[in-house]
């Protein structure tokens, strides 16, 4: 460990080392820059500062790969531990000043909010000590801040099979694609549509960087491939991409848990040929139930549908 010592001694920022975890995790500066939201360059500088600062040189980079050095490995080993023990003492802090255990749940905007009264009742029956603290966010800041521990648990749609195996799942519903267009569109007062109708349109896709597992979850259920439909237009977060349809910038897939948001905006028509649906979950990783204590994960699990 005198590598992560040294780096420890000196300017090194926690939030460089979980890049590197990250980095490590994935193998992919692409990736990685698009996961913590920042240029490949800047994930560059970043990497090469704390490779500057304990003197010895983590990744191997050519061409078609990134790898890790022997002392990439053993620093990635050693730099886990480190940025766990920083949060469970931050988690430790927060919980002295709050007087009780903090559980940080991140949910999925409308896709989580009625459920999750139930979910905190489950988690105050388990431990009369934790204070659960919610964020609404977006999918891909969601998952960004689930993988780097930023927050404990989430409510989301399972459609990234790229978390693998660390990660626990509760399910605890499903949700289905609905086409969305302006209320005066052609195809508005249509009972349904099907993905050929959708593919004689403009269609607005999720931004590949900032959702890139609900990009590629899209393209899926589009048969993109098999249709020849390309993006017309991109959006970052749903409020912008309801403007975006509403302006007539084009047609969209959306979850059907938005219509209630937004219905009196904008169309939404079920399609008669997509068997496309997902599952909401709640999702931790598995460590976290060893830092906040309780019967909270038993609790959540008897919620399963």
Same mark, same amino acid.
């Given at each position: 460990?005198?590598?992560?010592?040294?780096?420890?001694?000196?300017?090194?920022? #926690?939030?460089?080392?979980?890049?590197?975890?990250?980095?490590?995790?994935?193998?992919?500066?692409?990736?990685?820059?698009?996961?913590?939201?920042?240029?490949?360059?800047?994930?560059?500088?970043?990497?090469?500062?704390?490779?500057?600062?304990?003197?010895?040189?983590?990744?191997?980079?050519?061409?078609?790969?990134?790898?890790?050095?022997?002392?990439?490995?053993?620093?990635?080993?050693?730099?886990?531990?480190?940025?766990?023990?920083?949060?469970?003492?931050?988690?430790?802090?927060?919980?002295?000043?709050?007087?009780?255990?903090?559980?940080?749940?991140?949910?999925?905007?409308?896709?989580?909010?009625?459920?999750?009264?139930?979910?905190? @009742?489950?988690?105050?029956?388990?431990?009369?000590?934790?204070?659960? @603290?919610?964020?609404?966010?977006?999918?891909?800041?969601?998952? =960004?801040?689930?993988?780097?521990? =930023?927050?404990?648990?989430?409510?989301?749609?399972?459609?990234?099979?790229?978390?693998?195996?660390?990660?626990?799942?509760?399910?605890?519903?499903?949700?289905?694609?609905?086409?969305?267009?302006?209320?005066?569109? @052609?195809?508005?007062?249509?009972?349904?549509?099907?993905?050929?109708?959708?593919?004689?349109?403009?269609? #607005?896709?999720?931004?590949?960087?900032?959702?890139?597992? #609900?990009?590629?979850?899209?393209?899926?259920?589009?048969?993109?491939?098999?249709?020849? #439909?390309?993006?017309?237009?991109?959006?970052?977060?749903?409020?912008?991409?309801?403007?975006?349809?509403?302006?007539?910038?084009?047609?969209?897939?959306?979850?059907?848990?938005?219509?209630?948001?937004?219905?009196?905006?904008?169309?939404?028509?079920?399609?008669?040929?997509?068997?496309?649906?997902?599952?909401?979950?709640?999702?931790?990783?598995?460590?976290?139930?060893?830092?906040?204590?309780?019967?909270?994960?038993?609790?959540?699990?008897?919620?399963?549908?």
């Amino acid at each position: 460990m005198q590598f992560l010592h040294k780096a420890i001694g000196g300017a090194m920022q #926690i939030e460089h080392l979980k890049e590197f975890l990250l980095l490590a995790s994935n193998m992919s500066f692409t990736k990685t820059s698009a996961e913590t939201y920042q240029t490949q360059s800047t994930l560059s500088r970043h990497i090469a500062a704390i490779e500057e600062e304990i003197g010895a040189k983590l990744f191997i980079r050519d061409t078609h790969h990134v790898r890790l050095t022997e002392i990439g490995k053993a620093f990635y080993e050693d730099s886990q531990i480190t940025v766990e023990d920083f949060d469970r003492s931050m988690r430790h802090v927060e919980s002295l000043k709050k007087r009780g255990e903090i559980l940080r749940i991140g949910y999925l905007y409308d896709a989580a909010r009625g459920l999750l009264p139930l979910i905190s @009742e489950a988690i105050l029956r388990s431990n009369s000590n934790i204070v659960p @603290e919610y964020q609404a966010l977006e999918y891909g800041d969601l998952m =960004q801040r689930l993988r780097q521990r =930023q927050i404990d648990l989430c409510v989301t749609l399972d459609i990234d099979p790229d978390l693998g195996d660390s990660f626990c799942r509760v399910y605890i519903g499903r949700d289905t694609y609905y086409a969305t267009m302006p209320k005066d569109h @052609e195809l508005a007062g249509r009972e349904s549509v099907t993905l050929e109708d959708l593919s004689k349109q403009p269609i #607005i896709f999720p931004d590949p960087k900032a959702m890139g597992a #609900i990009n590629a979850y899209y393209r899926r259920a589009l048969k993109a491939s098999e249709y020849g #439909i390309e993006p017309a237009a991109y959006y970052k977060d749903i409020p912008s991409l309801a403007y975006q349809v509403e302006c007539g910038m084009g047609l969209a897939l959306v979850f059907r848990h938005h219509q209630e948001r937004y219905g009196d905006r904008i169309a939404f028509v079920p399609i008669a040929d997509l068997a496309q649906s997902c599952r909401v979950c709640i999702m931790w990783d598995k460590r976290i139930e060893n830092v906040v204590q309780g019967s909270w994960v038993q609790e959540l699990r008897a919620l399963e549908k």
